[in-house]
């Protein structure tokens, strides 16, 4: 789970508690695809991480907004408005190849 870090980091929890890596654990487990067939995988597709990564994030920020563990002065309601705020998102610039080599 690469974003239970992002979940602490986004509420500002000084700590990571058991409750918080159990939320986490729980979306996840929600997001399986085994849930509407059972003979599905486990776990979400690779193509869909960014998502369930960012669903696991949320989950640990409500949770430690919810314990008292966070360090931010915003409801568990506004967690998954702050948490797209803060996503990177890779943006390239575009380059045009310049056959005189930028003569």
């Known amino acids: 789970m690469t974003r239970l870090g992002f979940g602490a980091i986004l509420a500002r929890s000084h700590h990571m508690t058991d409750t918080m890596i159990i ?8 997001l399986s ?3 509407s067939d059972p003979d599905d995988a486990l776990l979400p597709d690779f ?4 998502q369930v990564n ?3 994030g ?3 920020a409500e949770q430690a907004i919810e314990e008292g563990s966070a360090g931010v002065e915003w409801t568990k ?4 408005e702050r948490a797209k705020e803060k996503l990177w998102r890779p943006i390239y610039g ?10």
Do not use: C, I, T
Not at 47 to 50: K, L, Q, S
Not at 77 to 80: C, I, K, P, S, T
């Open 23 to 30: 939320a986490g654990a729980r979306r996840l487990a929600s």
């Open 33 to 35: 695809p085994a849930l």
């Open 47 to 50: 193509g869909d991480a960014p």
């Open 54 to 56: 960012f669903e696991v």
């Open 58 to 60: 949320v989950a640990v």
């Open 77 to 80: 309601d506004e967690v998954r």
């Open 94 to 103: 575009e380059y045009v190849f310049d056959e005189q080599g930028g003569r």
